[in-house]
């Protein structure tokens, strides 16, 4: 049984088979009839605790052109909101006849303890599980860099040695951070986080990467710039720094930007906060790949559930293991 969890999971081979992949399911979109029959009869079930617009979104359409049956389950309005258990929740799936449950749970480790319980027997896939971490993002995030930085025939086979990846924000609560540092180093690029103090996480020092406080210095020796939203609403105490402070120090503006070498694109995950980690200029500019990068989801979900699902037996590790 397979599952993916964490993109600390994935060996080199694993992530190029993945973007490979993902690449031929780029070309299936390019087409006047986007379906495939792969996974006809398959059932996927999106089990989603926390709200997503992309991620859900993007999963459905994937499984959809796989053409395997979706279900989308939304904690609000279903029995969990009675009380109802993960395990009670989960058997209820497995009733149905699950192959893959596609989760995003606030707590970290949900997805986890899910694949590891035998309360279901279908593969499970980490739509984003707390603070932990969000693999599809990441691998969505790599196919996004491969195809921008490596060149015009970027693609199959080609990964990202060398390239300088500079992630900035809010990393203390920020899973699509984790999961890129893990995977950017498995793919050869080097990683430097820029935040403030009071949002970079214990233990960071154990990270395949570099930290900076100093995002001006940064810039300019950068292939590309991942922007990560401030994430308020895990935040319980007042906010520090400031907003204004925030925003002066860490923010991306044009005046910034165009402190980083032509060549260099500017990442966000979505959603943004435009006005706090990036301006409407810097958003809405050709530099910016937001709206290329949820394109490439699709295509990058396609690859995981058809590489889960139905494809290649080598590819994704058989088992899941804690990286926390
Ligand atoms: N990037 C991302 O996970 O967005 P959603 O929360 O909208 O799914």
């Known amino acids: 049984k397979r599952h993916l969890i964490s993109a600390a999971d994935l060996t080199r081979d694993d992530a190029v088979l993945i973007l490979d992949t993902a690449e031929e399911m780029a070309r299936v979109a390019d087409r006047p009839i986007k379906k495939l029959p792969t996974l006809r009869g398959r059932t996927v079930v999106n089990l989603f605790f926390e709200d997503s617009t ?59 303890r899910l694949a590891t319980s035998g309360w279901i027997d279908g593969a499970v896939v980490n739509a984003g599980d707390g ?31 060398g390239r300088r990846i500079t992630i900035v924000g809010d990393v203390l609560h920020s899973r699509v ?42 810039l300019p020796k950068s292939d ?7 994430q308020r609403e895990r935040m319980n105490a007042a906010f520090f720094p400031t907003e204004r402070e925030y925003s002066r120090r860490y923010g991306l503006d044009g005046d910034r930007m165009a402190r980083m070498p032509e ?30 990068q949820v394109a490439n989801g699709v295509s990058t979900r396609m690859a995981v559930l058809y590489l889960l699902l139905g494809g290649n037996e080598s590819a994704i590790s058989p088992t899941p293991a804690r990286t926390e």
């Not at 971490?133 to 995030?141: F, G, I, R, V, W």
């Not at 860099?145 to 490596?150: H, N, Q």
């Open 131 to 161: 603070t932990h971490e969000h693999p599809t993002q990441a691998l969505l995030d790599a196919f996004t860099m491969r195809r921008r930085l490596v060149g015009a025939d970027a693609g199959i086979g080609r990964d990202l040695d």
């Open 54 to 112: 992309r991620t859900r979104i993007s999963f459905e359409a994937a499984a959809k052109r796989l053409s395997a049956d979706v279900i989308n389950f939304s904690a609000k309005g279903s029995s969990v909101s009675k009380g109802e258990s993960l395990k009670d929740t989960a058997l209820t799936l497995e009733a149905m006849g699950a192959d893959a449950v596609v989760i995003r749970h606030g707590a970290s480790g949900a997805p986890y």
């Open 177 to 218: 951070a984790r999961s890129n540092v893990h995977l950017l180093h498995t793919l050869g690029a080097e990683v430097t986080l820029v935040a403030p103090p009071t949002l970079v996480p214990i233990g960071v020092e154990q990270w395949p990467c570099e930290v900076s406080y100093d995002l001006d210095h940064v």
């Open 224 to 230: 590309a710039v991942m922007m990560l939203r401030v």
């Open 263 to 292: 060549h260099a694109i500017v990442m966000h995950p979505g959603p943004m906060n435009r006005g706090m980690e990036i301006t409407a200029q810097v958003a809405d500019s050709d530099r910016c790949t937001a709206v290329e």
